[in-house]
T-cell receptor
Framework: DTGVSQDPRHKITKRGQNVTFRCDPISEHNRLYWYRQTLGQGPEFLTYFQNEAQLEKSRLLSDRFSAERPKGSFSTLEIQRTEQGDSAMYLC?????????????FGDGTRLSIL | AQTVTQSQPEMSVQEAETVTLSCTYDTSESDYYLFWYKQPPSRQMILVIRQEAYKQQNATENRFSVNFQKAAKSFSLKISDSQLGDAAMYFCAYRSAKGVDGLTFGKGTHLIIQP
């Protein structure tokens, strides 16, 4: 169990640029989640995959955001035409399927700063 | 939509003492799960303890225990024999037993341990 891995740890970009983040879940976990956390707040749910299928998307996930999980393994989160308000920590989590009390295991996050 | 409220932005406790962190939630559902997560500075979010709503018995994990009051929609976390390593942000989280699979988090409580 190597844990959930996220890359990069930090990303600084200019407003209007596109950015892509990667998440590698724990290998046997079929569920994968993306959250966004701004300073002084708890994480907010963005989207969720079961295997390669994206099953839920939050209203927070505007059309500038897209997430994929090809082959049900790693996932990418892309933000197009970044805005100042996109500055946040983007967290990835994974869990086993089955009962709803399965804990979600979080990665270290990718901190995005928009100049 | 469910909401989670943590009314204590910051709490301070002497090492070896006991501290209780408050959490209330709002839901119309009868079946759900509750969690407490710990987020040390610049480190991963870690599960502390979890509770199934259908269980009347309060969950316990070593020095950590909860007081789950379903009718009052209250889910407090008690930390006994506080240690310096307990210093972190603590987040209360709710998960529906159906529908959207993401966690709904509170804003967190910053716990300070005084040596």
């Amino acid at each position: 169990d190597t844990g959930v891995s996220q890359d990069p740890r930090h990303k600084i970009t200019k407003r209007g640029q596109n950015v892509t983040f990667r998440c590698d879940p724990i290998s046997e976990h079929n569920r994968l989640y993306w959250y966004r956390q701004t300073l002084g707040q708890g994480p907010e749910f963005l989207t969720y995959f079961q295997n390669e299928a994206q099953l839920e998307k939050s209203r927070l996930l505007s059309d500038r955001f897209s997430a994929e999980r090809p082959k049900g393994s790693f996932s990418t989160l892309e933000i197009q035409r970044t805005e100042q308000g996109d500055s946040a920590m983007y967290l990835c989590a994974s869990s086993l399927g089955g009962a709803g009390n399965q804990p979600q295991h979080f990665g270290d996050g990718t901190r995005l700063s928009i100049l | 939509a469910q909401t989670v409220t943590q009314s204590q932005p910051e709490m301070s406790v002497q090492e070896a003492e006991t501290v209780t962190l408050s959490c209330t939630y709002d839901t119309s559902e009868s079946d759900y799960y509750l969690f407490w997560y710990k987020q040390p500075p610049s480190r991963q979010m870690i599960l502390v303890i979890r509770q199934e709503a259908y269980k009347q018995q309060n969950a316990t994990e070593n020095r950590f225990s909860v007081n789950f009051q379903k009718a009052a929609k209250s889910f407090s976390l008690k930390i006994s024999d506080s240690q310096l390593g307990d210093a972190a942000m603590y987040f209360c989280a709710y998960r529906s037993a159906k529908g959207v699979d993401g966690l709904t988090f509170g804003k967190g409580t910053h716990l300070i341990i005084q040596p």
